[in-house]
Structure formats: structure tokens, C-alpha cells
């Protein structure tokens, strides 16, 4: 297990799901799926999205949510969500760190949310727009921790194709 974790409630549109896996591989983070999905894990947009980073991917898959509290008991938890009054950039995330995104039609459920006011946190936007796409909200959400932990474990430097660095 990773430092960095994803978990996506109910996924509904593999693309986006793609997306994440990519994401996560390339900032070693590992993902965690919260069944029903909305799509086969052998679907070929979900495959296609996350190109060929699969096999970078620490993936796991659940039943449900009680399924994944079973496997993870006291996970450290940050609930993004819409709904929350507190901005993400506000948490010092902990080590070992587990963030939460719901599907994409309607978020995280209610009652969860109410069960854990203090770990919900909200991206800014303008006026009174819905949401974010699912993939970049685990992008900046993942982005977010990394800044606080000044990246460590990345490659900060990139090459040019014929030597050198800009």
C-alpha cells in the first residue's frame, strides 16, 4: 500500500477512471474501486485512458463500502466533495492517507458526508458551477499532498529529447 490513496465510491464512466489509474501511477498512489462500477474493469476506454501505466498501478477492488472498511481498518479519510464548507488546501494530510471521490452524477452519499464533517473538503470554483471532472479533482486533491510533502519520491528534473535540461 502506498502513502497516497485514491478511493472512488461507485465510479460510473471508465474514461475517467482511466484517467485516475494514470494518475496514480505516475505519482505512486494506489487506487481503490468501491463496487458497483460503472463499467467492466476489462472495458477498452477504461484501458485506453490509462495507456500503458497498468502495469505501474497498485489497484484494489471492493464489494462495497463496508468491504473496504473491513480491509482497511482506520484509514485516514478525506471526503471531497462539493457539499464541504472547508477548502482542500486547509488539511495537513496525515502519512498514510486516503482520498475519497463519489461518482460522478452525484457525488459522495449523504450520509456519509454527515458521518464525517471534519474530514470534508471542497475545490474552489466560480459561482455556483456543479463540479469539477472526477479525474482532474483527484489530480489537484493528489497534487495537493504531494505539494505538502515538497514531492518527495518524484522526478522533478525533465530532459530534453537530445540531452539537457531547460
Given at each position: 500500500m502506498n502513502p497516497i490513496n485514491?478511493?472512488?465510491?461507485?465510479?460510473?464512466?471508465?474514461?475517467?477512471?482511466?484517467?485516475?489509474?494514470?494518475?496514480?501511477?505516475?505519482?505512486?498512489?494506489s487506487l481503490h474501486l468501491?463496487?458497483?462500477l460503472g463499467f467492466s474493469l476489462e472495458?477498452?476506454?477504461l484501458k485506453r485512458a490509462g495507456l500503458d501505466y497498468w502495469p505501474y498501478l497498485d489497484l484494489h477492488v471492493y464489494d462495497d463500502l463496508a468491504d473496504?472498511?473491513?480491509?482497511?481498518?482506520?484509514a485516514d479519510?478525506?471526503?471531497?466533495?462539493?457539499?464541504?464548507?472547508?477548502c482542500y488546501t486547509e488539511p495537513v494530510y496525515p502519512e498514510q492517507v486516503y482520498l475519497f471521490f463519489g461518482?460522478?452524477?452525484?457525488?459522495?452519499?449523504?450520509?456519509?458526508l454527515r458521518e464525517n464533517p471534519d474530514?470534508?473538503?471542497?475545490?474552489?470554483m466560480w459561482q455556483e458551477l456543479r463540479s469539477l471532472n472526477l479525474s482532474n479533482s483527484v489530480a489537484i486533491a493528489v497534487y495537493e499532498v504531494l505539494r505538502q510533502r515538497?514531492?518527495?519520491?518524484?522526478?522533478?528534473?525533465?530532459h530534453l529529447s537530445e540531452g539537457g535540461v531547460i
Open positions: 485514491v478511493v472512488l465510491l461507485e465510479p460510473e464512466i471508465p474514461q475517467n477512471t482511466g484517467n485516475i489509474s494514470r494518475t496514480c501511477a505516475a505519482t505512486h498512489a468501491i463496487r458497483p472495458d477498452r476506454y473496504f472498511r473491513a480491509k482497511n481498518p482506520g479519510c478525506y471526503y471531497f466533495t462539493t457539499k464541504a464548507g472547508s461518482k460522478e452524477t452525484k457525488g459522495l452519499p449523504e450520509d456519509l474530514r470534508c473538503v471542497r475545490i474552489p515538497d514531492f518527495a519520491g518524484l522526478n522533478r528534473v525533465g
